[in-house]
């Protein structure tokens, strides 16, 4: 299968101060690819290069076979984009917005967008800017998959949306994967990525850490799991000690606690032998699994923040440093 996307060596020095150093990323045709790093690990950067927003320092990315250097306004045609800082325009409504968009665009299926519309519950009727972050957010999503495009690059494209809308939103990713679209989704919270993608690149400090297949990760995700019995806990702890990937396990009263590293299968079939009052699994977040996996990366820990590799970093004046 061919690449959707593809960067090699992709650079970009913000002055002396990099967002990505040398970041070689391949995403096939077809594939919904997670791109997960802390707040600041340069996630926004790697995005906004690939549109061809940000000019990098050295490398070059690819979309579609097309350079986003030299053929940026065809690439970005057949893109669709959710920037994490959303720019609507806010004296008019959503849905003049999405009418401004679509002809932009040389037009689109308004039935589709009214599907859409509906599905997450978009109020297209009140001025943009009056609206609460998450329906400004929706207003975003609907632009991004109104046109049915081959590639969909999604900035944090949740944030602000309710749990039932997130539902939603993946959803219609999963929709998207089956079409045949690719999709680019750049996150901070594993949960999410776990939910719709089969590969995810970490990256941490502007550099790639790791690329995952998502299933072989969650077998290996330590979880936090607290079950309370209607009865003693330490009575059935030694059965619970003896299940593949339970550690430091604990009993105080009813209450068993315990970590799980691999499937949750066999802590469940093993409790439904019993009464169970409630159940509880805390997921660990994505520094927890940097450290657990990967610890910190030789290579960003002896980089200074302003050490520059081999080679001129060229000294830039387009924006500053984002959040992702």
Partial sequence: MSAAIETTGLTKYYGKQPGILDLDLEVAEGEVFGFLGPNGAGKTTTLRLILDLLRPTRGCARVLGLDSRRDGVELRRGLGYVPGELALYGKLTGEENLRYFAALR??????????????????????????STGNKRKVALLQAFMHRPAVLILDE??????????????ALLRESREAGQTVLLSSHLLPEVQEVCGRAAFVREGRLVAVENM??????????????????????????????????????????????????????????????????????DLDDVFMTYYGVDAAVAEAAPGAAPDGPPAPSSEGSPDAG
């Fill in 215 to 284: 299933g072989a990760l969650g077998e290996r995700t330590v979880r936090e799991v607290e079950v309370e019995f209607a009865a003693s806990a330490a009575e059935r702890a030694p059965e619970f000690a003896a299940l593949a990937g339970v550690s430091d396990l604990a009993a105080s009263g009813r209450r068993l606690r315990f970590k799980l590293s691999g499937r949750f299968d066999p802590v469940i079939k093993q409790l439904a032998r019993h009464d169970v009052v409630s159940l509880a699994s805390a997921e660990p």
């Fill in 106 to 131: 040389g037009g689109v299926d308004r039935g589709w967008v009214r599907e859409l519309a509906e599905r997450f519950g978009a109020d297209l009727s009140r001025r943009v800017g009056s609206l």
């Fill in 157 to 170: 494209p949740t944030s602000g949306l309710d749990p039932l809308m997130q539902h939603e939103f993946y």
